[in-house]
């Protein structure tokens, strides 16, 4: 059975994988890769994968103090305050502990004995209930802000005037108004910014995007909150797998579980059509579990091959034009993997969707002075579909998407204006 070409790349072979042990994995991995995991190939047809290539290197940040080895080459370690010790405090505090040259050493909580387990935990100098303190401290060249969406447009706006680069999670924010107020601080003070909708850097996603580069149809399920879960999925449709600009928005729905007290729906069917004629359909369900698919899955429809990303893009199953499997891709990594679904955190510090990679990316770009993968742009850009979709399920009626960003004093996305393509 013949597999496609673009599928069958293969990590450092032998580099350890659980049988190895997490440790032995992770001295390995870091040995060959930097943090990226490294991958083996199995059996006859199976790929499992547990990470990219190797990160990049270059000059150092402006601010930063002690010095560490990365690659035979001597830099400055990037020192970053952390706002926010939750859930995604805790895995992107674990995930740096695995990027070169990244050391946390300030933390910042409201619930300041949340920051004091922090720095007890992962080392530094002090924790801290004020943002500000971290904000405006000279020795800090980078801040980790995930507070959640109601805070992060005032920090991250303050954090940028300090000069501070920038790793913060989605969504960007609650309105439009407030993700352009950041954008406008982040672009005019120069600094690194990177959006944490990690999937894009998901190992398998980027597999199943070289396999399918130009879906003709991509399908999206979801089960979850509107404004938490729809950013991360609507950013592949719109900023990796359909690269072409959106056109036109069309959703139907309603509230049917009344998870969201602020948005007019809480569930939707979306269609997506972009310049190239290609459409993306997403399904927003609520509170409606599918056991089989779980709390999301992706299909890519291309000419020649589709691919199915499954159990929360841990495997990625090619096939062939006629339906039959060529190829089964496996993340492999290590990562926090609970004993079942739902009891717990599923991401870990290699894990499968992202994470560890966009915490790299962050180190890479202030080293390297190149933009991001994730950008401020991309921040508004896919907040503004969301927002495109509510619209037009309150009025069914098709929103014209260049229409609706113009009216909103929105630029144009990464792949350009789509007026008139379809
Ligand atoms: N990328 C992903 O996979 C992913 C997964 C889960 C959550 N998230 C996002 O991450 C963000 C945080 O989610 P979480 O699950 O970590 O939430 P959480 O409630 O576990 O943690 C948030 C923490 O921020 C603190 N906080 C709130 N406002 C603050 C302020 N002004 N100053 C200092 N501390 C403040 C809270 O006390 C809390 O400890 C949300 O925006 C969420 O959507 C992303």
């Not at 939707?268 to 599918?290: E, K, M, W």
Request: proline fraction near 5%.
């Amino acid at each position: 059975m013949a597999a496609p070409a673009t599928g069958t790349t293969q990590g450092a072979a032998g580099a350890g994988g659980p049988a190895g042990g997490r440790g032995a994995w992770h001295r390995a991995a870091r040995a060959v890769y930097g943090c990226r995991g490294a991958g083996r190939v199995g059996a006859a047809g199976d790929t499992h994968v547990g990470g990219g290539g190797p990160l990049q290197s270059g000059p150092v940040p402006a601010r930063a103090t002690g010095r560490v080895g990365w690659g035979g080459r001597t830099m400055k370690e990037l020192r970053v305050g952390v706002i926010g010790c939750g859930g995604q405090g805790t895995l992107h505090c674990n995930n740096a502990r695995y990027v070169p040259g990244v050391r946390t050493v300030a933390y910042c909580d409201a619930d300041t004995p949340r920051a004091e387990r922090f720095l007890q935990t992962y080392g530094g100098a002090y924790a801290t209930g004020d943002a500000q303190r971290i904000i405006g401290d000279p020795d800090l060249d980078a801040v980790f802000i995930q507070t959640g969406p109601t805070h992060h447009p005032r920090l991250v706006a303050a954090a940028a005037r300090a000069g501070k680069h920038i790793f913060c999670e989605k969504p960007i924010a609650l309105t439009l108004g407030e993700a352009q107020g950041v954008k406008a601080a982040v672009e005019s003070a120069g600094v690194r910014f990177v959006y944490g909708t990690c999937n894009r850097l998901a190992p398998l996603v980027q597999r199943a995007q070289r396999i399918v580069p130009q879906p003709v149809y991509s399908l999206c399920q979801c089960q979850d909150t509107i404004t938490h879960q729809a950013v991360h999925n609507l950013d592949l449709a719109v900023n990796l797998f359909h690269a072409s600009p959106l056109v036109r928005v069309y959703a139907q729905g309603d509230d049917v579980w009344h998870l969201e007290r602020d948005l007019p729906v809480d569930s939707f069917v979306a269609t997506l059509t972009f310049a190239d004629r290609s459409v993306h359909c997403y399904i927003q369900h609520g509170s409606s579990r599918n056991g089989t698919l779980r709390k999301y899955s992706y299909q890519l429809f291309g000419r020649a091959h589709c691919v199915f990303l499954a159990d929360r893009f841990k495997r990625c199953i090619v096939h062939g034009s006629s339906g039959e499997v060529l190829q089964t891709l496996s993340f492999e990594g290590p990562d926090f993997t609970p004993q079942a679904e739902g009891t717990g955190d599923v991401r870990g510090p290699f894990g499968y969707m992202g994470h560890c990679e966009e915490i790299a990316d962050l180190a890479a770009c202030v080293r390297s002075g190149a933009e991001p993968v994730m950008t401020i742009r991309d921040a508004v850009h896919v907040l503004a579909v969301e927002k495109a979709i509510l619209e037009s399920a309150q009025t069914s009626l098709p929103v014209d998407f260049a229409a609706f960003c113009r009216r909103e004093g929105i630029g144009p996305g990464r792949w350009g204006w789509g007026d008139g393509g379809v």
